[in-house]
């Protein structure tokens, strides 16, 4: 925690929740909608009188608002604080900074873990399924009810990627610029294969009862810290694994038992206990569930070009990493060539890594000098100052 | 204005306000001379993740790959040009290369060293070393040059492709571009290196449309 002392000192930061009238329903791509929704979100920076200089960004699975200023439960310095802030490759000196907890999640936006007002306890599996474009569609109401009518860039990684190539494909007219880093446009059948692995450790957990465990005042803990084990390996490589923790021990010899030996267990074990302080179980299903459910190009008749037909006038950046195997360059590739298709104005980089899909979180310089000089030349042609 | 050249040639016969794809476009010099002298909406195709990143820095738009693999994924007459500089000897298939040009885009803009210019030759026959010019730099080990051609031999593949070369001009490190016939025998002595504007052999004759393009 040391090395996040500064972060968010120095950012004009704002909190709130956002609240939609009953009448102002979000409508939900399952034909469900969900009255009286709530987003938390946090801001950074000033917005220009003209408006003009709100970017937003759109975090990953298990991410939340906390972008660039501590988290509340953990203490930890924002997910972003290395890309996001004064003089950085968002600088908030420049922008005015928007993070809101997704459609879905546990961290301030209405999900599984709010109350159903039909029932007045927790929804549980009554929470109805949502999607990406859901997700994007309640970030839509917030930037509107916040009166932007247009912002200067949409910018996510991995889950936030996809995120922004859902902005880019219903509200193009609402961006100026678009950044999405590892990501891709559809789940594949390993990211599927994942993530079921995940879902069914936390359904096995005998404490998850249904997905009715509040109304028990149980937590399925096991079952999502295995979840968040299986999916933290798809998030290093195989390089970086084998640099941190090679076959080190925990101690001296073999504890000739079960015990974490390794220091790669004990590791794991930690990121799966720590997890399950800050994140809920039915939310990590829902989420992952419209991961999977992702498919931009289906949305389109099947070609991915289609999506972006209107967003030709986006200047889009997308990212990917030489060592992510969880959304590889491929992915990202199919992306740009869906671009350049639609006759969009792309950039596209791959940044060379052994840190695997978590490197778009890490210090990555070439990612954060592309993503700065990006920006900057984006600014400049949009005219802020 | 560049200090290349070819650059200074490519900026000369490209239409103001066109729209240019410039493959393996580095930096992004000629993009950003394009875009300020003629207004150009350009994009760029760039192999090294730090060209690209330079590009980005500049407000270019500008894709990291590879032309041999990735033309293939732009729509036919995506642009009015695609210009190819000094890059065609290091591409693995110039022929399809080539062909992918002038299918994005109704012209195209290559310029390429000439093998058989007289230092070349000279340095070969005489020296029995592989040369080492100005227009020719590295050394064999270190060359990313790995189709060589002449001047002949890329007429020649213009013919093949049925390509009509529409205009032609000799370089020389930094001197002015001198208009030639690249068919000419002497010339295949004398150009060091060669920009050509090609168009496809099927597309209608350039006549009026020509004068314009050297406006």
């Known amino acids: 925690m040391s090395d996040g002392e500064a972060a ?22 399952c034909g469900g909608k969900i009255a009286g929704l709530e987003i938390a979100y946090k801001t950074y920076g000033r917005l220009d009188p003209d408006r003009a200089n709100a970017v937003l960004v759109c975090h990953a699975l298990t991410l939340d608002q906390h972008v660039a200023s501590r988290h509340p439960l953990t203490g930890k310095r924002g997910w972003w604080s290395n890309v996001v802030g004064p003089g950085l490759p968002i600088d908030t000196d420049r922008y005015f900074v928007i993070c809101s907890n997704v459609v879905g ?33 309640a970030q839509a109401m917030l930037i509107e009810a916040l009166g932007i009518d247009r912002l200067f860039a949409v910018v996510g990684g991995s889950m936030g990627g996809m995120q922004v190539l859902q902005w880019a494909a219903d509200y193009p007219e609402r961006l100026y610029s678009a950044v999405c880093i590892a990501a891709a446009a559809r789940h594949s059948a390993q990211n599927i294969a994942f993530h ?12 998850w009862r249904g997905g009715d465990y509040a109304a028990a005042g149980v937590r399925p803990e096991k079952g999502l810290a295995i979840a968040r084990m299986a999916a933290h390996v798809t998030y290093l490589s195989e390089a970086a694994l084998q640099r941190k923790f090679g076959r080190e021990l925990q101690r001296d010899g073999y504890s000739w038992g079960f015990d974490a030996d390794f220091q790669v267990e004990s590791y794991l074990r930690h990121q799966g206990a720590a997890f399950v302080d800050r994140f809920d179980a039915n939310s990590y299903l829902y989420i992952t569930r419209a991961m999977d459910y992702f498919d931009l190009a289906a949305q389109h008749g099947g070609v991915l070009a289609e999506a972006f037909r209107r967003a030709r006038d986006v200047r889009f950046c997308v990212f990917s990493f030489t060592s992510d195997w969880l959304y590889p360059t491929p992915e990202s590739r199919q992306i740009v060539r869906a671009l350049n298709a639609a006759g969009a104005r792309a950039s596209f980089v791959e940044i060379e890594t052994d840190k695997g899909h978590d490197a778009f979180l890490l210090d990555e310089p070439a990612l954060h000098a592309a993503l700065a000089g990006f920006i900057s030349s984006a600014a400049q042609a949009r005219g802020l100052a | 204005m560049s200090d290349r050249e070819d650059f200074r040639e490519i900026a000369r016969l490209v239409r103001p306000g066109s729209r240019v794809l410039d493959v393996g476009c580095g930096e992004g010099d000629l993009l950003e001379l394009l875009a300020r002298e003629k207004g150009v909406d350009g994009r760029g195709l760039e192999i090294s993740p730090e060209g690209v990143s330079a590009c980005l820095a500049r407000g270019l ?4 790959g590879d032309a041999d693999s990735d033309l293939d994924y732009f729509p036919a007459r995506a642009f009015d040009y695609a210009v190819l500089s000094q890059t065609l000897p290091q591409v693995r298939q ?28 000279l340095s070969l026959l005489a020296g029995g070393r592989m040369p080492v010019t100005r227009a020719l730099p590295s050394p064999w080990w270190a060359t990313g040059n790995i189709h060589l051609c002449t001047l002949d031999d890329f007429t020649a593949l213009c013919d093949e492709l049925a390509l009509r070369i529409e205009a032609c001009a000799a370089l020389a490190g930094a001197k002015r571009a001198r208009a030639i016939d690249p068919k000419a025998p002497l010339e295949n002595w004398r150009a060091e290196s060669a920009l050509f504007l090609l168009s496809r052999g099927d597309a209608p004759a350039p006549g009026a449309a020509k004068a314009e393009l050297f406006s």
């Open chain 2, 61 to 64: 738009a500008v894709v990291q």
């Open chain 2, 94 to 121: 110039p022929r399809h290369v080539l062909a992918e040009l002038l299918r994005i885009a109704p012209r195209a803009v290559v310029s390429l060293p000439n093998f058989a210019h007289w230092r070349v030759r």
């Open chain 1, 196 to 207: 079921e692995i995940g879902r069914q450790a936390i359904m096995a957990d005998p404490d």
């Open chain 1, 8 to 29: 968010g000192l120095n950012i004009e930061t704002g909190e709130a929740v956002m609240r939609f009238s009953e009448g102002q329903p979000l409508r939900l791509d």
């Open chain 1, 105 to 137: 999640g546990c961290c301030g936006a209405t999900g599984p873990g709010a109350l159903d007002p039909a029932t007045g306890r927790p929804y549980g599996l009554a929470f109805p399924m949502i999607t990406m474009a859901d997700m994007v569609r």
